[in-house]
């Protein structure tokens, strides 16, 4: 049976100790046999582990036999580049991959505390490691919880759990049985667990579980333990990888067969399929890639969005599917009074959120208010302000609001400034005689005060707990006898829309009041003033940024440990479910048994508002989302969205989160809005369109050598180029310009398309086709030039030169090309990439130099051409220019056709 459903007396016994606490000899013994109260670290691999992982990939397989073929032909020179690549590369996967594998350390900061325990009769501090399940705890304002506790008895305590929770209001503590095994960890309000931080009042708990056993413990060890998804760009340059690898390899093998079967000699045939084989690879892939994954880190991060693992930079651009937190995410994770019943039925709504005195109240019909309704409101914010323990001051140097105390009553003495009172000024009025303190039990709140030589009284708290004291309630035109059916009513109206409700009312008090600690039965008969609906409000930007993403294709869940009508009025201002079937609770999907099992799995596709739910079905929920093919996005804040946010492919952390959540995500929000999530979206989009553009570009020319050299073997032709001028092609146009592609600035309606399919990789219809068509037209001019020159009398060495030349115009003109698979060359503003021109005219001058040089020229062949033939050469060159344009426009007249976009 779970220590919640026990009485306080059983506990005691079951764990064999006592309220005098357990003997030191009692307590080693049991430190012996459970251990310290830290928690479980997953193991982190050592860094030549972690170095190696960089290595386990096709891409670089092939890579370093291409380099170790080059060191066995002779050509050093390409084979370092080739290394520098795969070493580079590997560094900078290292370093991620160390940060990112220290996950769930930031857990144990949360036990780094002292505790009061209670230990053979006698109080003492101790580290909180030290603790062991049986151990007496003492509980104060301010202190953290050290161990999860069972509560033996409280005076007015309330401990905010939100980081586990998910609950946006501190939770009043009781030492109650209760008697549902089953009650959510929200729900258990006589434990306190093992994080939380206590805000008002004072405890004493027995320690029933400490460690890995403690609630964030078992959290710590499903983050340590839990399988990451693989980022999207990951999966999909596996993928490809494996697809370039097998086509350029089959490729090479086909025309080295070929080559020999005409009689080439076997070590020239050997030297031709490497040559073809290094220059085809796109070596220059992985540096260029992390080129443009870091450019958009860069932007990001001026967009309020940090990156902590490169390869989940586009994660939020290919995502299907966000899961978002709450409290704190969606919400602003502030109390705020945002509207006010009287008993007569007038409706006011209060603007402003949160803790700040900023906002006005108004008739929930429209108007200003008339001096009558102002008058029954500063009423009733009077009372509230009176029946207060918070704080709330206004700097007006800085202009920022410094509070303490409760969050609703925070909250209510923001509602005062809004009314234009002074909170200070009207408590220094009265004199305090006394007051009944909030507890759980009680659900209400009193407090007394002498004011023109008589006793008053201000009470606040549930309505169904204050309502039994009225006889009266105020109206606008006067006291009359109290309907407590009606108030009931409004105040299940309100709750129902998910406000949280207090009941305010005053009264005069008998002269047989106790003074200053009057008991519950001296609370004299009120006049109820009104209610009070609470709730945490949206961020101002939330709805907005929710319809940008589904817009975008994203689909948007909630999924939050608050209550189901809550959840559901924020989901509904939001626009992400108007229908109580919508909202699944934990209890509900607990029901439904196995998470692996159709009718779960089914339940989750159907749902959009997650209530209620612990920190394990909050990975139930994403693991059936992955199930079902989304590319999962999770967001939050709390320790409990850590597991959560490892499992998903993108993990989203809030900036004022835990350090928790941010280390077991991939992706942090700094400023905490939404709205950055979408502006996380277009960069993510951006950042993957510029690896299909670099892909494109190194893919294409690839193939354009390999199908020249095919088309010379068919037409029984002397070799093109020579492999190391293909080595020289290949470093000039892939190693200079598609650097500087990855620079590329993002086009427009990057949000106007929906998600890539799960599916779909790389290679896309789209990508197929521009490669197709750019690399057989490149290799179909080179080939006729190459034809037209040999036949045209020119010696063999003059032809490679002017091809050479050719090849790498092309490759320079192709670039441009390359910088939209949409867009004309025309439409895209230089101003969009500056670098790309410099990269380009880079290229183009470094082979002139190297056609000037004599060492140069005995290592590639290539001797200086006249401005005639280069003139010829860039001529020519623009056939494929021409061509890409054509392909474009014939691309976006099928696609109108067909009302879809081009990709």
């Given at each position: 049976m779970p220590w919640h459903a026990l009485a306080g007396g059983e506990v005691l016994a079951r764990l064999g100790s006592s309220l005098a606490g357990l003997g030191e000899e009692e307590v080693a013994a049991r430190q012996e046999r459970y251990g310290r109260n830290v928690l479980p670290a997953g193991h982190v691999p050592s860094l030549p582990v972690v170095i190696l992982h960089q290595f386990l990939s096709p891409l670089i397989y092939v890579l370093v036999a291409a380099a170790a073929l080059s060191v066995a032909i002779g050509d050093d020179k390409d084979a370092l580049f080739i290394l520098g690549v795969v070493l580079l590369n590997a560094a900078i996967g290292a370093f991620q991959?160390?940060?990112?594998?220290?996950?769930?350390?930031?857990?144990?900061?949360?036990?780094?505390t002292r505790a009061t325990v209670r230990r053979a009769g006698v109080e003492k501090d101790v580290d909180a490691e030290e603790l062991v399940p049986g151990d007496i705890v003492l509980l104060e304002s301010g202190q953290r919880v050290p161990a999860d506790l069972r509560l033996l008895s409280v005076n007015n305590l309330g401990v905010d759990e939100s980081f586990l929770t998910g609950e946006s209001l501190a939770q009043a503590k009781n030492a109650e049985v209760l008697p549902d095994e089953q009650a959510p960890v929200a729900d258990r309000s006589n434990m306190a667990f093992a994080g939380g931080t206590v805000l008002t009042g004072r405890?004493?708990?027995?320690?029933?579980?400490?460690?890995?056993?403690?609630?964030?413990?078992?959290?710590?060890?499903?983050?340590?333990?839990?399988?990451?998804?693989?980022?999207?760009?990951?999966?999909?340059m596996e993928k490809f990888s494996r697809q370039v690898s097998l086509v350029v390899l089959g490729a090479s093998a086909m025309l080295a067969v070929v080559a020999f079967s005409r009689g080439m000699a076997a070590a020239e045939v050997f030297f031709l399929a490497v040559a073809l084989a290094v220059s085809a690879i796109p070596e220059g892939l992985p540096v260029a890639m992390t080129v443009a994954l870091s450019v958009a880190t860069s932007r990001m991060a001026r967009r309020n969005v940090i990156v902590r693992r490169l390869t989940a930079v586009e994660g939020l651009g290919s995502c299907t599917y966000i899961a978002s937190d709450k409290t704190g995410t969606l919400t602003v994770n502030q109390q705020t009074v945002r509207l006010l019943q009287l008993p007569g039925g007038e409706r006011f709504t209060v603007t402003g959120e949160g803790y700040a005195g900023q906002g006005e109240v108004l008739p929930e019909e429209g108007g200003a208010l008339s001096a009558a309704e102002a008058a029954h409101l500063q009423m009733l914010v009077r009372a509230a302000v009176l029946c207060n323990e918070a704080g709330l001051t206004h700097d007006p140097a800085s202009g920022e609001w410094q509070h303490h105390g409760d969050a609703m009553d925070v909250a209510l003495l923001a509602l005062a400034f809004k009314l234009g009172m002074d909170p200070h000024e009207v408590r220094r009025r009265v004199i305090t005689e006394g007051e009944i303190p909030f507890e759980s039990e009680r659900r209400y709140a009193a407090q007394f005060y002498r004011e023109n030589g008589e006793i008053e009284a201000a009470v606040k708290g549930a309505v169904e707990a204050v309502l039994p004291f009225c006889d009266t309630m105020l109206t606008a035109g006067g006291p009359r006898a109290l309907d407590a059916e009606a108030i009931a009513g409004q105040a299940q109206d309100l709750a129902e829309k998910g406000f949280r409700v207090l009941a305010v009312a005053t009264g005069r008090a008998g002269q047989g009041v106790e003074l200053p600690a009057p008991a519950a039965h001296q609370v004299p008969r009120l006049t109820l003033l009104g209610l009070v609906g609470f709730i945490d409000p949206l961020r101002p930007e939330a709805r907005e940024a929710v319809e940008r993403c589904r817009r975008a294709g994203i689909e948007v869940a909630m999924v939050t440990g608050d209550h189901p009508a809550t959840a559901l009025a924020i989901a509904r201002e939001l626009g992400i479910a108007d229908w109580s079937k919508e909202v699944v609770t934990g209890a509900e999907l607990e029901e439904l048994g196995d998470p692996q099992g159709a009718a779960f799995c089914e339940k989750i596709r159907s749902a959009r508002v997650f209530a209620r739910v612990t920190p394990l079905q909050k990975l139930y929920i994403v693991n059936a989302l992955i199930q079902a093919g989304h590319f999962v996005a999770v967001t939050g804040d709390g320790v409990n969205d850590a597991p959560a946010l490892r499992r998903a492919h993108i993990g989203v952390a809030m900036g004022s989160g835990t350090d928790v959540a941010k280390d077991a995500a991939s992706i942090i929000v700094v400023d905490d809005n939404f709205a950055s999530i979408e502006a996380g979206v277009e960069e993510g989009r951006f950042a993957y369109d510029n690896v299909r553009k670099v892909t494109y570009l190194?893919?294409?020319?690839?193939?354009?050598?390999?199908?020249?050299?095919?088309?010379?073997?068919?037409?029984?032709?002397?070799?093109?180029?020579?492999?190391?001028?293909?080595?020289?092609l290949n470093l000039v146009t892939n190693g200079i310009q598609d650097v500087a592609l990855a620079f590329e600035g993002g086009e427009p309606g990057a949000l106007e398309r929906p998600p890539r399919k799960p599916q779909e990789g790389i290679f896309n219809r789209l990508m197929i086709n521009q490669v197709a068509v750019s690399g057989l037209t490149m290799a179909g001019v080179a080939f006729l030039?190459?034809?037209?020159?040999?036949?045209?009398?020119?010696?063999?060495?003059?032809?490679?030169?002017?091809?050479?030349?050719?090849?790498?115009?092309?490759?320079?003109?192709?670039?441009?090309?390359?910088?939209?698979?949409?867009?004309?060359?025309?439409?895209?503003?230089?101003?969009?990439?500056?670098?790309?021109?410099?990269?380009?005219?880079?290229?183009?001058g470094v082979h002139q130099l190297a056609s000037y040089l004599p060492v140069m020229q005995r290592v590639l062949g290539v001797a200086p051409v006249s401005l005639a033939e280069w003139g010829t050469m860039a001529f020519m060159a623009l056939a494929v220019l021409l061509v890409m344009e054509l392909f474009k426009v014939l691309m976006a007249r099928r696609s109108e056709q067909a009302g879809q976009p081009p990709a």
């Open positions: 991959e160390w940060k990112a594998e220290t996950s769930a350390a930031a857990l144990q900061s949360l036990l780094k405890g004493v708990g027995i320690v029933v579980a400490t460690g890995p056993d403690s609630e964030v413990g078992r959290i710590a060890r499903s983050v340590s333990e839990a399988e990451a998804a693989k980022p999207p760009l990951v999966l999909r190194l893919i294409s020319t690839g193939l354009a050598e390999v199908v020249l050299f095919a088309l010379a073997l068919l037409f029984s032709l002397p070799i093109p180029l020579v492999a190391v001028q293909l080595l020289w030039a190459w034809f037209w020159l040999l036949h045209s009398g020119w010696e063999e060495a003059q032809a490679r030169n002017l091809l050479l030349l050719l090849m790498v115009l092309m490759e320079n003109v192709h670039v441009f090309n390359c910088r939209s698979e949409r867009e004309s060359v025309f439409d895209v503003p230089i101003s969009r990439n500056y670098l790309l021109v410099g990269g380009v005219l880079a290229a183009q």
